[in-house]
């Protein structure tokens, strides 16, 4: 029961993740072919060019920044409902831009699903209730992000099962547990200043 109560933050946390690949893509030159998404919360961004290091990192560390981004921007007064408004929107754009119904008729429709709930909250949610919530995502999302690199070093280490750390080091040299290793620490940096920043007067 509590597996399906908590999956559409699980889905969520993939949408985030695959899209912190295809921003980081753009932003270092590259081009983002497809986005997919499978029922079981697990995702491929597909891209050409760019600065792949970034990329490869970006799924972790684009997850914390966003959950700390969420969790930040509650401190300032009236962001609660915008927070949900900026997530619809954006969201739905990357829906609509990278992921295709024909293809990926599941992750089309997970990513308008989420897109509607954001605007749900943007529109119904008192501002209060919506500042409670954007802070709750925003730590989900963070929770997840360290719980999926915990699981990234043990694959890392343990087997060499396709993921990022294994294709970074495929590509880059080097032993995949050390980049997932790195990755945790840059988060985990992050994670530390969001806390620190929210809680300061």
């Known amino acids: 029961m509590l597996d399906l109560v908590f999956f559409p933050l699980r889905i969520l946390t993939t949408f985030v993740h695959e899209s912190s690949h295809a921003l980081a893509a753009l932003l270092t030159g590259g081009s983002v072919r497809q986005i997919s998404i ?31 981004a969420s969790i930040l921007l509650q401190r300032r007064p009236g962001m609660g409902r915008k927070a949900f408004a900026i ?31 954001m605007a749900a909250g943007a529109r119904y949610l008192s501002e209060n209730w919506a500042r409670t919530a954007a802070v709750f995502l925003g730590v989900e999302l963070c929770l997840n992000a360290v719980f999926d690199l915990r699981n990234l070093i043990w694959m890392a280490t343990g087997s060499n099962t396709p993921n990022d750390a294994v294709l970074m080091a495929a590509a880059y040299g080097g032993p995949a547990w050390f980049w997932a290793v790195c990755w945790a620490a840059i988060a985990g940096i992050i994670l530390v200043s969001t806390f620190a920043a929210y809680w300061r007067r």
Not at 49 to 58: D, K, V
Not at 59 to 64: D, S
């Open 38 to 68: 499978d029922l079981a919360g697990n995702g491929i961004t597909a891209t050409s060019g760019g600065f792949g290091p970034i990329i490869y990192m970006a799924g972790y560390v684009g997850t914390i920044g966003t959950g700390g």
């Open 87 to 117: 997530g619809a929107a954006l969201i739905l754009a990357i829906t609509l831009l990278w992921i295709r119904p024909l293809q990926d008729p599941w992750g089309f429709v997970a990513g308008a699903a989420l897109s509607f709930m």
